[in-house]
């Protein structure tokens, strides 16, 4: 035969096309090449033949590898869903503007401006009284009336004896002008009329005693004696008044705040607030009227006193009120609501809302709190910034929240006077 008949070279590539692969290298004996792509095929041995992988299988093949793309693709979805914190509701505040004072807050107690203990000054027997126990009087009130009896008698006594020297001394001055008596006589009618005319007065001011009256507008307190008691000037107060308006307001600087006190001593701001336990009066404002020279050794304050005006009597001697000595204003301080404030190990700081509802981590340095429930703050954050108010647990800087406004925020001045001890 012919194959047989071929040289093992001829033979070797004969075989060498023979080979069935995805792609076939077909040499030819000049040393020239040529690559043809076929579909892979299934050579079975033995002379059997060739099988094809049907087109529904390889359809099933690539929906199944699908599914498992996007399953996988789901997963990874959710996962990084899962990983990402949720929106956060909040509520914000702007930073405000304003001018607030610059204030110490005290306790103290109030003390009448005016105390007079009311006496006789002439001795006799209480005839009347003019007044209720409790009730207000003004000056020149009448009070108690003493028996005038004895003090008229002695009144018209020393009136007659002035009348009588008074014509004995001009009917001397004719005699010395004729010159018909010494001068002697003459001084000695002088000093006569004068003399009785100084105990005609004296005899009206005792008569006048006889008629106690108020010395001070104020409020009169619980009487000591009755109508029918016999006092004098060794007799003690009969009753006692007190001037309630305005009042004295008694409070104390401990010294560690002497130097800042000291500072604005003096100043056009210095004012003093005084406040009733209850917050149930307006607070009144007064001004500074004495500071102590020196410390109170065994307390270590400084006494202060102030005068309260009082037209509607709401404050009474001796009451503990609460005091704001404000030393001084300043202005245009930045206020944020006092729980925008958090602290951390590194110091204040408050979360300040981003246009895109994203929040940023601002360290701040707080001032003095003021009425409202709001704080100062010295720096970290600018007029209209928002912060965020409540709902800080667990956010971090970047985080997205669902901002919704503050409505707890007030102007300062609204309220009581807020618990801070002194001035930073």
Not at 112 to 131: C, D, N, P, W
Request: glycine share 8%; net charge positive.
């Amino acid at each position: 035969m012919e194959t047989e008949s071929m040289p093992p070279h001829g033979a070797r590539e004969l075989k060498r096309t023979e080979r069935i692969s995805m792609g076939v290298r077909i040499d030819s004996g000049n040393g020239a090449s040529t690559e043809v792509q076929q579909p892979r095929r299934v050579k079975t041995t033995g002379g059997k033949k060739q099988q094809r992988i049907p087109r529904w299988g390889i359809f099933l093949f690539v929906v199944l590898a699908a599914f498992a793309v996007a399953r996988t693709l789901q997963r990874g979805v959710q996962t990084a869903k899962s990983t990402q914190p949720p929106i956060r509701p909040v509520l914000v505040a702007k930073v405000i503007s304003k001018d607030v004072p610059l204030y110490l807050d005290e306790i103290g107690t109030c003390a009448a401006y005016e105390t007079v203990l009311v006496q006789a000054q002439v001795s006799g027997k209480i005839m009347a009284r003019h007044f209720q126990d409790g009730a207000d009087v003004k000056k020149g009130d009448l009070l108690f009336t003493i028996d005038p009896a004895p003090y008229q008698a002695a009144l018209d006594q020393a009136k007659a004896q002035a009348a009588l020297d008074q014509v004995t001394l001009k009917r001397q001055a004719d005699l010395r002008a004729r010159n018909v008596i010494a001068p002697q006589d003459y001084d000695i009618a002088v000093a006569n009329a004068q003399k009785s005319q100084a105990a005609a007065e004296a005899a009206q001011v005792n008569f006048d005693y006889c008629f106690i009256k108020s010395p001070i507008n104020g409020r009169i307190g619980l009487r000591n004696v009755d109508i029918g008691n016999l006092v004098g000037p060794s007799t003690g107060s009969l009753v006692t008044i007190q001037g309630l308006d305005p009042i004295y307001t008694d409070f104390t600087v401990a010294e560690t705040d002497l130097a800042l006190v000291r500072k604005y001593l003096g100043g056009p701001n210095l004012k003093v607030q005084t406040w009733s336990p209850d917050a149930k009066i307006a607070p009144r404002t007064g001004d500074l009227y004495f500071i102590d020279t020196a410390v109170q050794p065994g307390s270590g304050t400084v006494k202060a006193r102030a005068v309260t005006p009082n037209p509607d009597r709401g404050l009474w001697p001796s009451e503990f009120v609460r005091v704001r000595f404000i030393l001084d204003t300043i202005k245009d301080a930045r206020l944020v609501p006092s729980q925008a404030v958090q602290i951390s190990q590194a110091g204040p700081f408050v979360f300040v809302l981003k246009p895109d509802n994203t929040v940023d981590l601002r360290p701040v340095k707080p001032g003095q709190r003021q009425d409202g429930d709001l704080t100062v703050v010295e720096s970290g954050v600018e007029p209209d910034e928002t912060v965020i108010v409540t709902g800080q647990l667990a956010l971090a800087p970047g985080n997205k929240v669902d901002p919704k406004p503050y409505s707890g925020a007030q102007t300062a001045n609204d309220g009581s006077p807020a618990a801070s001890k002194s001035a930073p």
